[in-house]
Each structure stands twice: as structure tokens, then as C-alpha cells.
T-cell receptor, first 111, second 117 residues
């Protein structure tokens, strides 16, 4: 079945640093790919999505490109802020009509 | 527009008891999904309901069940609680127009944290 593997954290960066969180996938067909973010004490929020190869999802300065040739969907941001501190989840559509999530990567941004 | 509301936020139960969790989706959303989040297993899909019918189901034992009402509100029930059922239970709603609800963005509630002692 479909699956995603994302880099393990935690990741600690200084404010204004460049962020990359790696995510690779295995899939049959061409499912949509997602990044969700979870702030402390809250549920998950959709950050961005891409529905087909070469699509770029973007939101709040974050970007990710659906790359079929490398089966990747890496999350990037050019300049992180303290407020970006959260847990980030890569996700892929599953055969049960559900989302299959990665283990999550905790990001801490220091001032 | 109000978001997804889950009640209660916290629950403490004893092994062997049963528990019911509630979820009110965003107005107009007909699909409700439930996920279990634990530090060890991460986020795992429990089931999805659409227009009062269970449309999809994950790999959980029969002790986990759910239902959806005509107003799209959903409840999840866990019977004969085990220590391993301690987790954050997340509900998500979507417009779910397609065969798979994930094609419409999922909107998550803040979860119910269940502790089994």
C-alpha cells in the first residue's frame, strides 16, 4: 500500500534559517500528497497539498513540489520564525479512502 | 464558520470500561473521519463515515466502533478499554464529495485525550 517516510527530528533552527524537511513516498497510482502541521495542544491543520506530479503546493511561505522521478515531497521554507515551531506531518492518500501520515518531525525555532 | 468540535477534551477511564467520544463537524461537511495518535504508532486511521454510513475502516479491533447521525455529528465508542488505548483521538471532517474523503481537505478538531489506567 501507499506510504510516506519523513526525516526524524527533532529539528532545531535559529530564526531566519532555511528549513527543509524530507519526505519520500511509495504509491500505486497517483495519489495526492499533503503536509499538515500540529501546534501544541491542537489538532492538525492542512498546510499545503499537491495533486499531481510537478505540482507545487505553497502556503504561509512554505513550499513543496510533487516529484515523481525522486518520489519526494520535501517541505521547504526560506526563513523560519519562532511561530513556525510545531510538528510537521507528511501524508499521502491511502487505499481505504484515508490519509496515511508519516511519523512527524518536530521543529523548534530559537530566537 | 465554527471548526470541528470534539468533546470532551480529556478523559480518564479504567481498564475494562467503555468510553464514547463525540465530534461535531464543520457545518455542511458530510464526511467525518477518526484517527488515533500515539507516540509509538503515530497517526492511524480508524474509520470514516459519510451520510450516516461507514465508508472506510482501518485495521482496529471490533472494540472500536462509531456512528454518524443525520446532522453529521459522529460518535466513537471503545469498549473493554485496554491500557494501550491511551491516545489522542482526532476527528476530522471534510466535504468528502469524492469516493475518498482525502481528496477534499481534512479539517481536524483538537482531539480528545484518553488515558486508561
Amino acid at each position: 500500500g501507499n506510504s510516506v517516510t519523513q526525516m526524524e527530528g527533532p529539528v532545531t533552527l535559529s530564526e531566519e534559517a532555511f528549513l527543509t524537511i524530507n519526505c519520500t513516498y511509495t504509491a500505486t497510482g497517483y495519489p495526492s500528497l499533503f503536509w499538515y502541521v500540529q501546534y501544541p495542544g491542537e489538532g492538525l491543520q492542512l498546510l499545503l497539498k499537491a495533486t499531481k506530479a510537478d505540482d507545487k503546493g505553497s502556503n504561509k511561505g512554505f513550499e513543496a513540489t510533487y516529484r515523481k522521478e525522486t518520489t519526494s515531497f520535501h517541505l521547504e521554507k526560506g526563513s523560519v520564525q519562532v511561530s513556525d515551531s510545531a510538528v510537521y506531518f507528511c501524508a499521502i492518500g491511502g487505499s481505504q479512502g484515508n490519509l496515511i501520515f508519516g511519523k512527524g518531525t518536530k521543529l523548534s525555532v530559537k530566537p | 464558520k465554527a471548526g470541528v468540535t470534539q468533546t470532551p477534551r480529556y478523559l480518564i477511564k479504567t481498564r475494562g470500561q467503555q468510553v464514547t467520544l463525540s465530534c461535531s463537524p464543520i457545518s455542511g461537511h458530510r464526511s467525518v473521519s477518526w484517527y488515533q495518535q500515539t507516540p509509538g504508532q503515530g497517526l492511524q486511521f480508524l474509520f470514516e463515515y459519510f451520510s450516516e454510513t461507514q465508508r472506510n475502516k482501518g485495521n482496529f479491533p471490533g472494540r472500536f466502533s462509531g456512528r454518524q447521525f443525520s446532522n453529521s455529528r459522529s460518535e466513537m465508542n471503545v469498549s473493554t478499554l485496554e491500557l494501550g488505548d491511551s491516545a489522542l483521538y482526532l476527528c476530522a471532517s471534510s466535504s468528502g464529495q469524492g469516493a475518498s474523503s482525502y481528496n477534499s481537505p481534512l479539517h481536524f478538531g483538537n482531539g480528545t485525550r484518553l488515558t486508561v489506567t
